[in-house]
């Protein structure tokens, strides 16, 4: 390698550059894509984005019941869990294969904050 060994800087902020790219790219899909999750055999069901924003929460009717408050609380919670959980997994796989990259690119570049 020319310097001695040296990565070619000009080279390795290219990289970081189209990394950045990629990066915004796919926070941008993760923040329009969206998942749901249900509990209760679907009678609460939660929809958030890749980026576990909540969007929307859907409560069957049968399942509200005034002296049975905790049900339906517990119920919500899991249903937005889920949903919470199936992001994460749209986050790992669009997330993955960059941050991955980023990776590689901190032990060749100290102190630029990758």
């Known amino acids: 390698m020319p310097g001695g060994g040296q990565p070619n800087l000009q080279q390795l902020l290219k990289q970081a550059q189209k990394m950045?790219?990629?990066l915004a790219s796919a926070q941008e899909e993760?923040?329009?894509t969206e998942v749901k999750g249900s509990a209760g055999g679907?009678?609460?069901?939660?929809?958030?984005t890749g980026?576990?924003?909540?969007?929307s929460l859907e409560i069957d009717p049968?399942?509200?019941d005034p002296d049975d408050i905790e049900t339906l609380?517990?119920?919500i919670v899991a249903a937005v869990r889920?949903?919470?959980e199936?992001?994460?997994?749209?986050?790992?796989e669009k997330m993955g294969p960059i941050a991955g990259g980023l990776g590689g690119m901190a032990g060749g570049m100290p102190g630029l904050g990758f």
Do not use: F, I, M, P
């Open 20 to 22: 950045q790219e990629q």
């Open 30 to 32: 993760l923040a329009d």
């Open 62 to 64: 049968k399942v509200v």
């Open 86 to 92: 199936e992001a994460r997994k749209v986050q790992q």
């Open 73 to 75: 609380q517990d119920l």
């Open 42 to 48: 679907g009678l609460v069901t939660a929809t958030v």
């Open 82 to 84: 889920s949903a919470t």
């Open 51 to 55: 980026s576990a924003e909540l969007r």
